[in-house]
């Protein structure tokens, strides 16, 4: 067993990770596994979000990820050992009505992590993509909104969620079995992910219906 240490850090200042990192390794030494979960969400408009916004959310979801990757990886090379795990989302897959900067940071978490896997195959060092559906977290509670401020509204569908707890034990089962890829998520959104790779124009037609939907009943 190792008596646990903690480093506290910024995920959205790209300086601060890549002192953690520094101080992570000068304690430990090296990391065996990497699990890449802090996240923001958003609620908004397209129209309505200022570019900040977007930029905030990109620097604590894929950005403050990656930048903590790359600064760990040479040492899981040198070793040639190691295991990175990313926590994405159903929305890293398909993108769901006014939630544009939340879905654009988890695709671009897919595609970074999709390469690196690729590429460190050959260090013998393993990449797990893990995409879970609703969690029962305070995720839509903090998430921001088109003018930058708090949410702060438990989402039905999140407070439905899965437990913690047992997408935890699917991310540990992952790790286990080496698995490059875990969907985490009820019929529903599986269905949609592979709606939207199969039958793209039935789900461009049911998301903007839903957006019909959404935008009546907050208008109402």
């Known amino acids: 067993t190792h008596k646990p240490h903690t480093v506290v850090f910024d995920l959205s200042d790209t300086k601060t990770v890549l002192n ?78 006014f939630r544009s900067a939340y879905a654009a940071s988890k695709h671009a978490t897919q595609a970074f992590f999709d390469c690196l896997r690729a590429e460190v195959e050959q260090y013998d060092i393993d990449v797990t993509v893990v995409s879970p559906g609703y969690i029962q977290t305070n995720l839509s509670l903090n998430a921001v909104t088109a003018d930058g401020s708090r949410y702060g509204v438990m989402d039905k569908n999140t407070a439905e969620g899965q437990t913690a707890t047992e997408v935890a034990q699917v ?30 124009r039935l789900f461009f037609t049911l998301m903007a219906t839903r957006a019909k939907k959404e935008r009546k009943a907050k208008d109402s």
């Open 20 to 97: 953690a990192a520094e101080e992570i390794l000068k304690y430990l030494g090296h990391v065996d596994i990497l699990i890449n979960n802090a996240g923001i969400s958003f609620r908004g408009t397209i129209v309505d979000t200022g570019l900040d916004v977007d930029k905030k959310v990109m620097e604590t979801n894929y950005f403050g990820p990656i930048a903590l990757t790359k600064a760990l990886l040479p040492s899981m090379i040198k070793r040639r050992q190691g295991h990175i795990v990313a926590i994405s989302s159903v929305q890293g897959k398909i993108s769901i009505p």
């Open 171 to 200: 991310v540990l089962n992952a790790v286990g079995q080496k698995k490059k890829e875990v969907l985490v998520a009820g019929l529903t959104p599986s269905l949609a992910v592979y709606l939207r790779n199969l039958f793209p």
